[in-house]
């Protein structure tokens, strides 16, 4: 089930937005003048996916429909409290006046509706309080390190890739009547690539069992990426051995049950093992051996089944790399086709990955341009932070990229579809990204209906 179509009415009080997605690319681009929307419509689906109602309280608008395959439509309104905003105090700078309604349309007819409500956020800013000391007043507020306060929605805005998730499931209340639409709703990955890209801020200060204040802590995502990807290749190291284990320990029990008839033949044999090699050495750059990978094991018809076996073995041990070897190479070849200057990248299982110059001295990532640093974390979040059938959105992908490198990103994208099975909704003020894609470019000027 894939997204179609989003249809806003309303937005700001004076957009109305019909705007379908490409299904035959997968990839959708949002054009038109600044203050049209581009980077609120990516941060409404963000926003719905990952159960940000609070997000919808202080927008603008209407009416926001969002159309599936299947003949499906989630659907969210905004309704006036009335006397109930009374029953508690105004959050949000008042916008606690709405409950925020979301509805499942199937067929035609509505089965499955949510409202976010008193009583949810209530439940909701109880849950933050675990973790978030909350003051309240005109406004409830929460506290920064520095005994500073800020307003809890635009905490929340600003800092809710570091909240829990579990504070966010709270949210939802599944029940009968809305265990639908929370099923159409997590059956859909969404992914938000931001403007900001080169640091990340941690914002969350932990004090005892759980964060009670918070401070900013800058870290440069260039070499939090690399310390990750180090992790990554360590966790496939780890569940590789772990195959082999099993593997080793069974191997004399399934060599002495095996039939003749299923020995492979010499030219099945050298075949697959010379695949198998090719993988080995591709592992071997980035220092991940496996014992065996100078041996050339002769084929002779009394050792056929003991070659069988082991072959069958090995590309079991190497099968747990695959994907991730399919990812580095693209990672890889990406990259050099950038023609950084004068430098190219570096795999290795110790640093995640690095740079070295054409003379073999190794740069510190931060020594990267601005446009080779977005470039690498802009990959990088493309192809190993995201998970097969997930709309990826990406605000603004032409920040400090060289104009011939903007020219090439549709077709990056494409690419990395095709390994990572995803789909991309894009806002961009770059005809240069665009390049000769217009096809799948949505112009917010030209769709609203209140042209100014």
């Excluded at 918070?214 to 180090?230: C, G, P, R, S, V």
């Amino acid at each position: 089930m894939k997204i179609t179509n989003i249809k806003i009415e309303k937005l700001f009080g004076r957009f109305d937005y019909n705007i379908n997605l490409d299904q035959e690319d997968d990839i959708t681009i949002l054009t038109g003048p600044n203050g049209y929307g581009k980077t609120t419509i990516l941060n409404i689906i963000y926003n719905l996916f990952n159960f940000r109602f609070f997000y919808f309280q202080k927008l603008k608008f209407e009416r926001i429909t969002i159309d599936f395959t299947e003949n499906k439509s989630v659907i969210i309104n905004k309704k006036n409290r009335g006397l109930e905003s009374l029953l508690i105090e105004n959050i949000h700078n008042n916008s606690a006046r709405f409950n925020i309604v979301v509805e499942l349309k199937e067929n035609e007819s509505i089965n499955s509706t949510y409202t976010y409500d008193t009583k949810a956020e209530k439940l909701f800013l109880s849950k933050l309080k675990d973790y978030i000391d909350i003051t309240s007043g005109s406004n409830f507020l929460i506290k920064r390190i520095d005994f500073n306060e800020v307003e809890v929605y635009n905490f929340l805005n600003e800092n809710q890739d570091n909240i829990p998730n579990e504070i966010f499931d709270s949210i939802k209340g599944v029940d009968s009547s809305n265990k639908k639409l929370f099923e159409t709703i997590n059956a859909h990955n969404v992914y938000l690539i931001k403007e900001q890209r080169l640091i990340s801020i941690n914002q969350l200060s932990n004090e005892g069992a759980g964060f009670k204040s918070y401070k900013n802590t800058y870290l440069k995502t260039i070499e939090a990426y690399a310390n990750e990807f180090k992790k990554l290749i360590e966790e496939k190291q780890l569940e590789a051995y772990t195959i082999a284990q099993q593997l080793d320990s069974s191997f004399p029990k399934r060599l002495i049950s095996m039939q003749e008839s299923e020995a492979l033949s010499e030219e099945e044999f050298k075949e697959r093992y010379l695949k198998l090699a090719i993988k080995q050495k591709q592992l071997q750059k980035l220092g991940i051996t496996f014992g065996e990978e100078d041996s050339n094991p002769e084929y002779d018809d009394s050792s056929a089944n003991v070659l069988t076996v082991y072959l069958q073995d090995s590309e079991k041990k190497i099968r747990v790399y695959d994907e991730l070897l399919e990812k580095i190479n693209l990672f890889e070849n990406i990259l050099n086709e950038k023609r950084f200057a004068f430098k190219e990248i570096i795999i290795d299982k110790t640093k995640g990955f690095y740079f070295q110059t054409d003379t073999k001295d190794i740069l510190n990532l931060s020594d990267l341009s601005s446009g080779e640093q977005h470039e690498v974390v802009l990959l990088y979040q493309l192809l190993f932070k995201t998970e097969p059938n997930t709309l990826i959105l990406i605000d603004e992908p032409e920040i400090s990229l060289h104009v011939m490198w903007q020219k090439a990103f549709i077709a990056d994208l494409q690419k990395i579809g095709e390994i990572n099975k995803t789909s991309f909704l894009i806002a961009t003020h770059s005809p240069q990204i665009i390049n000769n894609s217009w096809d799948l470019a949505r112009d917010l000027y030209e769709l609203s209906e209140n042209k100014q």
